[in-house]
């Protein structure tokens, strides 16, 4: 079974799913601003969660994914995760 | 676009993804106190998370999954997510 594999390599995939964010969102051609706006999530903290610098919550990326009108599971698998 | 449909949407999904980890769980036939174990996750905020009670983090769903040995995205879309 695959064990957790260290604090490091979690926190490498909150920058993935960061990148997998951002890079929907620079599809959609929209910007962080209104992304944040659209998810009704607070500027900085959507610029913390793209940049990989905040643990996002299952809730938090429930909205992200619907403004950005994709499922949370397509970002984590666009992540790799 | 889809949007956000609803706080009481979102929980309910919530309690979905609580649903598709206990079911994984029970199809490894390993008890809640042996996930949280091996997630390293308080147990009662192991079943907390089962029971959709807690807006679970990225970072605790990645843990669960790996004990579960099986992607997040795959919990997620076990969850219609």
Known sequence: MGRV??????????????????ARRLQLDISQEMLAH?????????GRIERGERNVT??????ISRALSCRPSELLQAAGL
């Open 5 to 22: 594999s260290g604090q490091t390599d979690m926190e490498g995939s909150l920058a993935e799913v960061g990148l997998s964010i951002r």
């Open 38 to 46: 659209l998810a009704n999530i607070d500027r900085s903290h959507m």
């Open 58 to 63: 299952l809730l938090n990326l429930l909205k």
